[in-house]
């Protein structure tokens, strides 16, 4: 599995690094969903080929890898703005922003 350890270090005290990056690894999501979406549209998981599998698997290992320097990058963030982020989640989470059932019901 993925291993913050082997990034994060480089990046914590650059927000900027982080934001370049980001985008370096959001591309490489948006060219996977491309495919995957291709193929998980048209047939039921039963029919995917090996190596449809295989890039359904890869798809998702890079959408974690993306959610997780999106956090690095939140933290950092932080710092830089001098914001609680948390209180800011548990904020927005609290007024139903974020999605949950009336998000669905739209």
């Known amino acids: 599995m993925f291993d913050t350890e082997d990034w994060s270090p480089k ?3 650059a927000p900027f690094a982080t934001l370049d990056a980001i985008d370096d690894q959001r ?3 948006i060219e996977l969903r491309r495919q995957v979406k291709t ?3 048209d047939r ?3 029919k995917w080929t ?3 599998c295989k ?4 798809y998702s290992y890079e959408r974690i890898k993306l959610i997780s320097m999106e956090l690095l990058f939140n933290g ?4 830089v703005s001098r914001q609680d982020m948390l209180k800011i ?3 927005t989470n609290k007024h139903n922003k974020l999605g949950g059932f009336k998000w669905l019901k739209q």
Not at 76 to 79: A, M, R, T, Y
């Open 11 to 13: 990046f914590r005290d």
């Open 27 to 29: 591309a490489v999501v």
């Open 39 to 41: 193929f998980m549209r």
């Open 44 to 46: 039921p998981r039963e």
């Open 50 to 52: 090996h190596d449809q």
């Open 55 to 58: 890039k359904a698997e890869q």
């Open 76 to 79: 950092q963030f932080e710092d």
């Open 89 to 91: 989640v548990h904020e």
